[in-house]
């Protein structure tokens, strides 16, 4: 919940903290609940909007999860959160070509946030561009060159095409 919490009612912050309590809980009933407890007049703010998404993309309630991260990009376009939930909700819908698209349409917008170039890695590849998928975990590990984002990328089934092909090791160890 990356930003302020401003605009939200004191009773609205404290639903919106119980829901993403719950929601880390594995709790998807009681985060539900917080959720509905919070007045309808806070439920579009872009905290709320994150929250309802992410209950959403766990259940694989790829159609509701759209509709809501499709909300948080017109409300807060500056926010990356809106366009890399909208591009997970469109890869739910086996529609990756699209979250593909998403994602470029605002890559140039984020240049300091791996997030993006990792999960267009991450559709590239499941997309078949082997080599377009180096390019962009190649510029995701630019930006963030930490062991975490190296190991994820490791583990990622959806780059197992990237690390199937030899030639592209050498992305991760840093000579490419």
Same mark, same amino acid.
């Given at each position: 919940m990356g930003m302020s919490m401003r605009g939200l009612s004191q009773a609205a912050r404290w639903h919106l903290s119980f829901a993403e309590g719950w929601l880390g809980l594995g709790n998807f009933r009681e985060a539900r609940g917080e959720l509905r407890r919070?007045?309808?007049c806070f439920r579009a703010h872009p905290d709320v909007l994150e929250i309802r998404f992410l209950l959403n993309a766990v259940l694989r309630q790829w159609p509701s999860a759209l509709n809501l991260a499709r909300a948080l990009t017109r409300i807060?376009?500056?926010?990356?959160t809106g366009w890399v939930a909208t591009a997970n909700a469109l890869h739910g819908? &086996?529609?990756?070509?699209?979250?593909? &698209?998403?994602?470029?349409?605002?890559s140039k917008r984020f240049p300091d946030n791996s997030t993006v170039p990792y999960n267009l890695a991450c559709y590239s590849a499941r997309l078949g561009k082997v080599g377009e998928a180096c390019n962009w975990l190649k510029e995701a590990l630019r930006i963030d060159g930490s062991p975490e984002l190296k190991l994820m990328a490791l583990r990622d089934p959806d780059l197992k095409p990237v690390w199937e092909n030899v030639d592209t090791i050498d992305v991760l160890m840093g000579e490419g």
């Open positions: 919070i007045s309808a807060a376009p500056d926010r990356l819908l &086996n529609q990756t070509q699209r979250a593909w &698209n998403t994602l470029v349409s605002v």
